[in-house]
């Protein structure tokens, strides 16, 4: 049975997710290219990490916190490229969102999503949300 694109998008944003692990505790200091070479890739690496003593558990945390929102922040630029491409908002309306959003995070780090944020700001309801998602997860068939 083939994996559906939505399977697929969430395979993609899973790689995505373990490279900016690896990436940021590289960046960090805390980890070194020697841990990431061979690294497993079956989502055990990062416990793994602490389980051998490399990372403490807040370490961890700190490093999937900002991980995250590095992945969520890349789905979220192509989600507002679509958004444009569509036409459900301005580039300038998106451009500003992804700046509330990095603010909000490098001032209480706290992810906000951009579709979050242009809901509440009105620009997209929570239909227009769900549609293009599944436009996005279109794009990995």
């Known amino acids: 049975m083939s994996a559906t694109s939505s399977e697929r998008l969430r395979a993609h ?3 995505d997710m373990h490279e900016q692990l690896c990436q940021v505790g590289m960046e960090t200091g805390l980890i070194s290219i020697e841990h990431v070479l061979g690294a497993p890739r079956d989502g055990t690496f990062a416990q793994r990490l602490v389980n051998d003593g490399t990372l403490s558990p807040s370490q961890l945390s700190d490093l999937r916190r900002e991980a995250a929102y590095r992945v969520a922040r890349g789905e979220d630029k192509a ?3 679509l958004m444009v ?8 309306l998106i451009s500003a969102a992804l700046d509330q959003q990095r603010r909000a995070f490098e001032g209480e780090r706290r992810l906000v999503r951009l ?9 997209l309801t929570p239909g227009h949300v769900v549609a293009l998602r599944k436009l996005r997860a ?4």
């Open 85 to 92: 491409n569509h036409g459900y908002a301005a580039t300038s």
């Open 138 to 141: 279109l794009s990995f068939q």
């Open 13 to 15: 944003l899973d790689e």
């Open 115 to 123: 579709s979050e944020l242009l809901v509440q700001a009105g620009t």
């Open 79 to 81: 989600l507002g490229a």
